[in-house]
């Protein structure tokens, strides 16, 4: 990757527990930008966007459009597809002030032995937050300064927690203990992201399974997409290009 341009290396240390870092092109910025993601997720990252961009290559016109109008995707991958860590973030179709088109990735990523599952209970803040902030750099000029600080905030939301009762009225709190019987306490409800509420319970850091669904701090219809083994062109495409009607 060269020509690469680290920002923020004196920023802040984020909270114990959250590891989030990003990395690709924004507006901004001439080359590469990132900041707080090991080289080797870099190149694991690469080596996905380089097959995928070009594939678009050899397909009209109107894909390489489709792509810079696509929508934000978060994801939540496993240990099993090669990487060696859980990943959980957003990557947007984005490009560099001179227009080369490439991803712009937040992802927080960790060992596979030191995940906690209860990580993705209540991880709805993060996704949002972290979408918010790669929206401001795609398509509104945020610089890489002011998207890593974003972005330190955002992994602030991301830390493993216990499921929370559920919120409800002070008369349904009287029909419940009405209800109840000796030694029954309200149940606990685990709350995913917004758009796979029930991720926590589908998600399995140690399989090959990844799952993607639309981000919506921009509007877009919510679409979901379950990918098994590696990132190829073919999720690429799906991701990038409407209706993921490419064929390779």
């Given at each position: 990757m060269p020509g690469a341009l680290m920002i923020g290396a004196d920023a802040a240390t984020p909270p114990a527990g959250t590891r989030l870092g990003w990395y690709g092109k924004i507006p901004a910025a001439g080359d590469f930008v990132h900041r707080g993601v090991p080289r080797e997720l870099i190149a694991w990252?690469?080596?996905?966007?380089?097959?995928?961009?070009?594939?678009?290559?050899?397909?009209?016109?109107?894909?390489?459009?489709?792509?810079?109008?696509?929508?934000?995707?978060?994801?939540?991958?496993?240990?099993?597809?090669?990487?060696?860590?859980?990943?959980?973030g957003t990557v947007a179709p984005s490009r560099d002030r001179v227009g080369r088109l490439y991803p712009l990735w937040a992802v927080w990523s960790v060992p596979l032995a030191a995940y906690e599952s209860s990580v993705l209970d209540g991880a709805g803040p993060y996704y949002r937050e972290a979408s918010t902030a790669l929206l401001s750099a795609v398509r509104h000029g945020s610089g890489a300064e002011q998207l890593d600080r974003a972005l330190n905030h955002a992994a602030i939301a991301l830390r493993p927690g216990p499921p929370q009762p559920p919120p409800s009225s002070a008369g349904q709190d009287i029909l419940d203990i009405l209800n109840s019987g000796p030694g029954q306490t309200r149940p606990l409800v685990r709350s995913g992201p917004e758009g796979w509420p029930d991720l926590p319970a589908c998600f399995n850091p140690g399989s090959h399974t990844s799952y993607w669904w639309t981000s919506q701090v921009d509007g877009a219809a919510l679409q979901t997409y379950l990918h098994g083994g590696a990132l190829n062109a073919t999720l690429f495409a799906r991701l990038f290009v409407a209706s993921g009607r490419a064929r390779f």
């Amino acid at each position: 990757m060269p020509g690469a341009l680290m920002i923020g290396a004196d920023a802040a240390t984020p909270p114990a527990g959250t590891r989030l870092g990003w990395y690709g092109k924004i507006p901004a910025a001439g080359d590469f930008v990132h900041r707080g993601v090991p080289r080797e997720l870099i190149a694991w990252w690469d080596k996905w966007a380089q097959h995928g961009l070009s594939a678009l290559k050899q397909m009209p016109l109107d894909a390489q459009r489709e792509f810079t109008a696509a929508p934000l995707w978060n994801f939540a991958i496993p240990a099993g597809p090669g990487a060696g860590a859980v990943q959980l973030g957003t990557v947007a179709p984005s490009r560099d002030r001179v227009g080369r088109l490439y991803p712009l990735w937040a992802v927080w990523s960790v060992p596979l032995a030191a995940y906690e599952s209860s990580v993705l209970d209540g991880a709805g803040p993060y996704y949002r937050e972290a979408s918010t902030a790669l929206l401001s750099a795609v398509r509104h000029g945020s610089g890489a300064e002011q998207l890593d600080r974003a972005l330190n905030h955002a992994a602030i939301a991301l830390r493993p927690g216990p499921p929370q009762p559920p919120p409800s009225s002070a008369g349904q709190d009287i029909l419940d203990i009405l209800n109840s019987g000796p030694g029954q306490t309200r149940p606990l409800v685990r709350s995913g992201p917004e758009g796979w509420p029930d991720l926590p319970a589908c998600f399995n850091p140690g399989s090959h399974t990844s799952y993607w669904w639309t981000s919506q701090v921009d509007g877009a219809a919510l679409q979901t997409y379950l990918h098994g083994g590696a990132l190829n062109a073919t999720l690429f495409a799906r991701l990038f290009v409407a209706s993921g009607r490419a064929r390779f």
